[in-house]
């Protein structure tokens, strides 16, 4: 009887630690790349969950951890939320796992988002063969996620790509066809004139 207790407690035991002791292992390195930066951000520090490197710090302000490791409470939304999130960075994460194996898990970020930052990770990201992300997305609320992106590298205000935000309409590009355009038709009408115009005879 004591064998049967004794087996049944271990393999709780196991299925208490084993997540925990995986989720301990964090992140060893994670690039980020996005507009307005002029080349991808290397973090740096201890990418542990409650360490305190720069690594570190950002996954956890990012969800990072709930999004890959289901939890409870879970904090992960399965609906984007409502309005505009502004610019978006993707942070590539690199995870090692048990037997050495290396997984990359990849992140978007919307630093500027108002109120708060989002971030979102796709479900189903398979990370050491046989695991898959929760996923979602996730309100960093309570988290300095912008402050410390900003402290990182990432600008301290939205930045504007190639110029403008991508949306605005190409008039410059409308007004040079409007004038081309006009152009030949002037052409046109001219030569029509000219092939409709009456001979005179000669004298």
């Known amino acids: ?21 995986a989720l301990a292992k964090g992140a060893s390195e994670a690039t980020i790349v996005g507009p307005g930066l002029s080349g991808p951000i290397e973090l740096g520090g201890s990418g542990e969950p409650g360490s305190d490197g720069q690594l570190g710090n950002i996954a956890m302000s990012a969800g990072f951890y709930p999004a890959v490791f289901a939890q409870t409470p879970d904090p992960m939304l399965d609906e984007r939320p409502a309005g505009s999130l502004g610019p978006r960075y993707t942070v590539t994460y690199v995870m090692p796992g048990p037997d050495n ?9 919307y630093p500027y988002a108002q109120p708060d930052p989002v971030t979102y990770t796709a479900p189903g990201q398979r990370f050491w063969t046989t695991e898959r992300t929760r996923g979602g997305w996730y309100l960093a609320t309570f988290e300095p996620l912008k402050e410390q992106l900003v402290a990182a590298g990432l600008p301290a205000t939205p930045p504007t790509v190639g110029g403008g935000d991508g949306g605005g309409f190409p008039w410059v590009v409308v007004g ?6 006009a152009l030949m038709g002037a052409v046109l009408f001219a030569a029509l004139r000219m092939r409709r115009r009456p001979h005179t005879a000669a004298a």
């Open 176 to 181: 040079g066809v409007a004038a081309l355009a």
């Open 101 to 109: 194996q290396v997984s990359e898990l990849v992140q978007d970020i």
């Open 1 to 21: 009887m004591r064998r049967v207790v004794f087996a049944v407690f271990a393999v709780a035991l196991a299925a208490v630690l084993i997540p925990t002791a």
